[in-house]
């Protein structure tokens, strides 16, 4: 079921409505009963699969937490990672290692095509196999206790907003909100609601205004050159922003009509001074799962430097691996990786590099970013290696340059052209007011009348300019 579609905006205030109407001692199961029919709408077969993963996580944090010995606790430890790993790589990796292996036998000579695999990927899978490992690791560290109530655990693995696409949450924060159910609040509720109407703003009136154009030319990169490709990119950098942190506010202002606070996702992160803040911004949830469980365990940065390097660079290349099976996203993982090491090279001192004015840092990070995409949105590096090579074909005559660019990618008429404008002038300011406060929170004082009026009002307008048809995906649900 997509967020943007009308079984979801039927599906959601038939829960919201439930879940305040039914004791709260029975919420859990308001909660639990809505997101596995949220979560097998998108195949029957996904709620076995998903109860499978919470009940060996539950059983084996049980184990873990009743275990004294330290070799035994270990054991079921590294059995319940090995089992969610493996299902995670055969669901996500076998047709990428099946690949492999054909090109090594072609080279050998021996025959192509030996192995093929089609595997469906289950929706959200990486993000609810991370979940539970991570809740299991922390009850090996003695972080959290287990949860004995095999129920509520299975709601907080399932819990609809953040089921699909994330935030990835720590079972410290979201299971105590999903047992203890607080009282509604209608400041937290309307703020959830304008979070929400923000998310599709940036989900239907940008992203998908961005995305025909951006599709239409890494589906078919070589008949394009020049600024067609540079724009393609530029826009792809906004719209997998937009359709992210989108599914995120979205994600998080649907968590507020019940009463629980998910973790902020994204946090302005194209206003970043460094690649290193980029990530402290980005896909946050996920970056500090990669840091508490993969890169502090290795050794962080209380290492050698050449140790400190090697993790850097292991941590991103996972992280590129996490998001797809293809080497692209190995490059672009690498790509981060890189930067990072350098930047730790060069400014061994945080103090360093600030008499850059921070308008250039802004702008560095973000060409960078922008470049990086073209790994991570390109079909393959073939595609990849060709847009990049030919971004300045044709730049000695500026004019043409641009304005080839522009009709090429079939973006001629001043209405679509408005629209992406509009949009991404008002992203722009509400990223920069947003980075020293909640813009969302702060507007919530006012006359109820009025904010409702307002929310109408801004719901409708999403309706009517947004593109009609059917609704896109998520671009993080193939992850």
């Not at 530029?234 to 992210?244: E, K, P, T, V």
């Not at 001074?273 to 799962?289: A, C, D, G, P």
Request: hydrophobic fraction near 50%; glycine fraction near 8%.
């Amino acid at each position: 079921m997509l967020f943007n579609s009308l079984d979801y905006l039927i599906f959601l205030p038939v829960v919201f409505t439930l879940y305040w109407l039914v004791k709260k001692e029975y919420r859990w199961l308001v909660i639990l009963i809505a997101s596995y029919y949220f979560y097998m709408c998108s195949g029957p077969v996904y709620g076995l699969l998903i109860l499978g993963i919470t009940s060996v996580t539950y059983v084996s944090a049980r184990l873990i937490n009743r275990s004294s010995g330290v070799k035994k606790r270990r054991l079921i430890l590294s059995l319940t990672v090995a089992v969610c790993i493996c299902i995670l790589v055969y669901f996500k990796y076998m047709g990428f290692f099946g690949d492999i292996v054909n090109s090594v036998f072609s080279l050998t000579g021996i025959g192509h095509d030996l192995i093929t695999l089609k595997i469906v990927l289950p929706v959200g899978i990486s993000f609810y196999t991370f979940q539970t490992m991570s809740y299991v690791i922390d009850v090996y560290r003695g972080s959290v206790d287990a949860e004995k109530h095999f129920g509520k655990y299975a709601a907080f693995v399932s819990f609809f907003p953040q089921l699909v696409a994330g935030p990835i949450e720590r079972s410290s924060n979201l299971l105590p909100q999903i047992k203890s159910s607080a009282n509604f609040s209608y400041d937290q509720a309307i703020s959830g609601v304008k979070l929400i109407l923000w998310g599709y703003f940036k989900k239907l009136l940008i992203a998908d205004f961005l995305s025909p154009f951006v599709q239409k030319v890494y589906d078919g990169p070589y008949i394009y050159e020049g600024f067609a490709l540079v724009l393609a990119t530029l826009f792809f950098s906004f719209q997998i922003y937009c359709d992210f942190s989108g599914y995120s506010d979205i994600a998080i202002g649907t968590a507020r009509l019940f009463g629980i606070e998910l973790m902020t996702n994204f946090r302005s992160p194209y206003l970043s001074k460094s690649v290193k803040e980029f990530w402290n911004r980005w896909h946050i949830s996920l970056s500090t799962w990669f840091k508490d469980y993969i890169y502090i365990p290795l050794g962080g940065n209380r290492v050698s430097r050449p140790r400190h390097c090697l993790n850097l660079m292991i941590t991103f290349i996972v992280s590129g691996l996490w998001h797809g099976a293809n080497w692209t996203f190995v490059i672009w993982g690498f790509i981060h990786g890189l930067a990072q090491i350098i930047e730790s090279l060069i400014h061994k001192d945080d103090n360093k590099g600030r008499s850059v004015p921070s308008v250039l840092r802004i702008a560095g990070v973000f060409v960078f970013t922008t470049f990086a995409w073209v790994f991570f949105v390109a079909h393959s590096l073939e595609d990849a290696i060709y847009v990049i090579t030919h971004f300045l074909n044709g730049i000695t005559s500026p004019v043409n340059y641009i304005v080839n660019g522009f009709t090429s990618i079939g973006l001629d008429n001043v209405y679509s052209v408005a629209v992406i404008i509009t949009g991404l002038v008002l992203l722009t300011v509400y990223d920069r007011l947003s980075v020293r406060e909640d813009i969302i929170k702060r507007t919530g004082h006012k006359n109820p009348v009025i904010q409702w009026i307002v929310c109408i009002i801004i719901g409708l307008l999403i309706v009517f300019i947004s593109q009609k048809g059917v609704p896109a995906e998520f671009i993080y649900f193939q992850f």
